[in-house]
Nanobody, 116 residues
Framework: QVQLVESGGGLVQPGGSLRLSCAAS????????MGWYRQAPGKQRELVAR???????NYADSVKGRFTISRDNGKNLVYLQMNSLKPEDTGVYYC??????????WGQGTQVTVSS
């Protein structure tokens, strides 16, 4: 069975940094991309960053220049380095895996709170 486990969330002051990690275990055939989504209270889940197996990246405009996504395809690991954090970055961050001929896989989420 496939399982995605996120880690690295927590409480940080504005301007601080966090690094999120996601480990995907189990047999996943034909991974297309891995990414991070977040959901704030009362808001829809939104794409934060995405990286394809070929290395192409996409970022939400609100995080571009502050966040960096990276991955290790061989180990099915994806990271999100978050710098210069703002209160509006607060939310539950979810790891996502897109794969050929299968539904998307999701982690349980990790809470990120940016507050003074």
């Amino acid at each position: 069975q496939v399982q995605l486990v996120e880690s690295g969330g927590g409480l940080v002051q504005p301007g601080g940094s966090l690094r999120l990690s996601c480990a995907a275990s189990g047999s996943i055939f034909g991974i297309i991309a891995m990414g991070w989504y977040r959901q704030a209270p009362g808001k829809q889940r939104e794409l934060v960053a995405r990286i394809t197996s070929g290395g192409s990246t996409n970022y939400a405009d609100s995080v571009k220049g502050r966040f960096t996504i990276s991955r290790d395809n061989g180990k099915n690991l994806v990271y999100l380095q978050m710098n210069s954090l703002k209160p509006e970055d607060t939310g539950v961050y979810y790891c996502n895996v897109e794969a050929i001929a299968s539904p998307d896989y999701w982690g349980q989420g990790t809470q990120v709170t940016v507050s003074s």
